[in-house]
């Protein structure tokens, strides 16, 4: 069995980190559309609490991504 260089091991991680960059970067796009279409649903008064809960949960992920890819870029 051959032994792995360092070299190789590098670039493996490299592709990693680009198939994640790049599944995360779809994610934002499919949570940013449902938010729009969220606040598509919004009334101009008397917003409805369910709707309001599921804006902020896809806020909520939206950010836990743009921190994720942010991490990722940064190694």
Do not use: C, G, W, Y
């Amino acid at each position: 069995m051959a032994a792995i260089s360092i070299p190789e091991i590098s670039k493996i991680n490299e592709e990693n980190v680009m198939d994640q960059k790049q599944e995360l970067q779809k994610k934002l796009e499919e949570i940013d559309k449902q938010i729009q279409e969220t606040e598509k649903q919004l009334p101009a008064h008397s917003v409805k609490p369910p709707i309001m809960q599921e804006l902020f949960e896809l806020e909520d992920q939206r950010e836990a991504i743009v921190t994720q890819l942010k991490e990722l870029e940064a190694k």
